[in-house]
């Protein structure tokens, strides 16, 4: 599965980003997915993930209450809506993806996750 992200861009401190992810051919049936992010000289950390269904999704601790994950199965789209960014989110956003064992399964770590988009790089100025 390629996946495609966009939705990256430069934003003040305080305001929204969305971003989308697709896969550019087949389906994300029965695929879980992931929002990773990364900066220079760092790894690749998880930002927020969502099971297959849609109904359970897992948040890291610093985005809860900011970042929503969502999916729309229909239009075979992930999303993930950003409010009251920080400079400190800023980096290179990645969706990712992988087979679900189970509806609710949702991953929690880069090894979880075998396909990856090429990423979008989220800007927020101070």
């Known amino acids: 599965v390629q996946l495609q992200a966009s939705g990256g861009g430069l934003v003040q401190a305080g305001g929204s980003l969305r971003l989308s992810c697709a896969p550019s051919?087949?389906?994300?049936?029965?695929?879980?997915v992931g929002w990773f992010r990364q900066n220079p000289g760092k790894g690749r950390e998880i930002v927020a993930s969502i099971s297959w269904s849609g109904f359970s999704t897992f948040y890291k601790e610093t985005v809860k209450g900011r970042f929503t994950i969502s999916r729309d199965n229909a239009k075979n789209e992930v999303y993930l809506q950003m409010d009251s960014l920080k400079p400190e989110d800023t980096a290179v956003y990645y969706c990712?993806?992988?087979?679900?064992?189970?509806?609710?399964?949702?991953?929690?770590?880069?090894?979880?996750?075998?396909?990856w988009g090429q990423g979008t790089l989220v800007t927020v100025s101070s």
């Open positions: 051919r087949r389906t994300f049936t029965n695929y879980a």
């Open positions: 990712a993806a992988d087979h679900a064992p189970r509806h609710e399964y949702f991953p929690v770590s880069e090894s979880e996750v075998g396909y």
